[in-house]
């Protein structure tokens, strides 16, 4: 399972999320770019996503293991 997020912090995100290897990490000019890219992504078979409202000028996605924390 893949975990798909929004941040205006990806360094913080990434760290209370458990540091996950796999962390990738895309920039956004605008929030509307940005949630359409997490509309999208979510919308995919394995990707789930957590409440929201940490921002939106970076979109992450991770692998979900026993080392991360959702």
Same mark, same amino acid.
């Not at 290897?21 to 895309?26: G, L, T």
């Not at 940005?34 to 919308?43: G, I, Q, T, V």
């Given at each position: 399972m893949?975990?798909?997020g929004l941040t205006d912090d990806p360094a913080a995100r990434k760290e209370a999320?458990?540091?996950?290897?796999?962390? +990738?990490?895309?920039p956004f000019s605008t929030e509307k770019e940005?949630?359409?890219?997490?509309?999208?992504?979510? +919308?995919r078979p394995g990707y789930k996503g957590g409440p929201g409202g940490e921002g939106w000028r970076f979109g992450y996605v991770y692998t979900i293991t026993s080392s991360t924390k959702e």
């Open positions: 893949k975990y798909v999320h458990g540091n996950p290897p796999d962390w +990738s990490q895309r940005a949630r359409a890219w997490e509309k999208d992504m979510l +919308s």
